[in-house]
Nanobody, 136 residues
């Protein structure tokens, strides 16, 4: 049974910070390519940050680069998204996702990680999402 559970969302003022957590169960997270996605009302789901297995390569969308950081804690089997300098346009439901074992094996170099992060349909497992609201 593969499960991903996000937490840490909430309401913050612009310029503030949040740390999102994605706890995995049923599989060992560090063997999988992991991504954070977000979806605002009326908009398509977009990739925010993705990381290859064993933290070999990471990718960040231009809109969050320099402000967000993705990381893993293999002992806790959890992936995090540290979000700093939040902006109102960051308001969305944030989801964590894991690729299939096959996709995880393919997604090693930065080019492949980037491609995966731009294709939500390629991801196999999804969490339920956590709401982030950034007020001005």
């Amino acid at each position: 049974q593969v499960q991903l559970v996000e937490s840490g969302g909430g309401l913050v003022q612009a310029g503030g910070s949040l740390r999102l957590s994605c706890a995995a169960s049923g599989f060992t997270l560090d063997y999988y390519v992991i991504g954070w996605f977000r979806q605002a009302p009326g908009k398509e789901r977009e990739g925010v940050s993705c990381i290859s297995s064993n933290d070999v390569n990471t990718y960040y969308a231009d809109s969050v680069k320099g402000r967000f950081t993705i990381s893993r804690d293999n002992v806790k089997n959890t992936v995090y998204l540290q979000m700093n300098s939040l902006k109102p346009e960051d308001t969305a439901v944030y989801y964590c996702a894991a690729g299939s074992p096959r996709e995880s094996r393919r997604t090693r170099d930065i080019t492949t990680v980037q491609a995966m992060c731009h294709m939500p349909s390629r991801w196999n497992y999804w969490g339920q999402g956590t709401q982030v609201i950034v007020s001005s």
